[in-house]
T-cell receptor, first 115, second 114 residues
Framework: GQQLNQSPQSMFIQEGEDVSMNCTSS?????WLWYKQEPGEGPVLLIA?????ELTSNGRLTAQFGITRKDSFLNISASIPSDVGIYFC???????????????FGKGTLLTVNP | SAVISQKPSRDICQRGTSLTIQCQVD?????MFWYRQQPGQSLTLIAT?????????ESGFVIDKFPISRPNLTFSTLTVSNMSPEDSSIYLC???????????FGPGTRLTVT
């Protein structure tokens, strides 16, 4: 089955620093999604990417859909303490007929921001 | 997006018992899913809840252990049957609309089996 490698596994940074994390897949995806999960909460969708090469921003967050369709990255600029959490990438391959909505998740990147 | 609620938010259950988790959405959605997140781990899809028909289960998950219902376009239940400590996890429902591929998650149900 499809596997996602997400790196780094964890990051400990100072407030104000920029952050970059990425996911690579063994096979292609049609869609890449990035989620953030805080303790005791469900994952919250941050950014959705639908086209190879697409670059999308959401405030201080920027994500890109890799040209090969097998990778994606998420950047966070000027980090703040509330950015703390676990960031998950998720890929989706929708086959012909659009019947498969299954998401495959990466293992997550734990981000800690030191004030 | 939509407002997604889950009940209960957490529970502590005894081995051998069953727990039914509810997922309620404030608007009609096309797709509803159930995920498991084991402690410190990522999310794993259990099944897709289909309205009016049997759920579609992923490899490693069976209907006898995780029966699912979806009576309408806003509600679904997941039952964790004959629980063991290995079932201690966060159980999450998610929803999506046919026109888009994003999935939105509920707050989760934190289950501890003793």
């Amino acid at each position: 089955g499809q596997q996602l490698n997400q790196s780094p596994q964890s990051m400990f940074i100072q407030e104000g620093e920029d952050v970059s994390m990425n996911c690579t897949s063994s096979s292609i995806f049609n869609t890449w999604l990035w989620y953030k999960q805080e303790p005791g909460e469900g994952p919250v969708l941050l950014i959705a990417l639908y086209k190879a090469g697409e670059l999308t921003s959401n405030g201080r967050l920027t994500a890109q859909f890799g040209i090969t369709r097998k990778d994606s990255f998420l950047n966070i600029s000027a980090s703040i303490p509330s950015d703390v959490g676990i960031y998950f990438c998720a890929g989706q391959f929708v086959g012909s007929g659009g019947s498969n909505y299954k998401l495959t998740f990466g293992k997550g990147t734990l981000l800690t921001v030191n004030p | 997006s939509a407002v997604i609620s889950q009940k209960p938010s957490r529970d502590i259950c005894q081995r051998g018992t069953s727990l039914t988790i509810q997922c309620q959405v404030d608007s009609q959605v096309t797709m509803m899913f159930w995920y498991r997140q084991q402690p410190g781990q990522s999310l794993t899809l259990i099944a897709t809840a289909n309205q009016g028909s049997e759920a579609t289960y992923e490899s490693g998950f069976v209907i006898d252990k995780f029966p699912i219902s979806r009576p309408n376009l806003t509600f679904s239940t997941l039952t964790v049957s004959n629980m063991s400590p290995e079932d201690s996890s966060i159980y999450l429902c998610s929803v999506s609309w046919q026109a888009a591929y994003e999935q939105y998650f509920g707050p989760g149900t934190r289950l501890t089996v003793t």
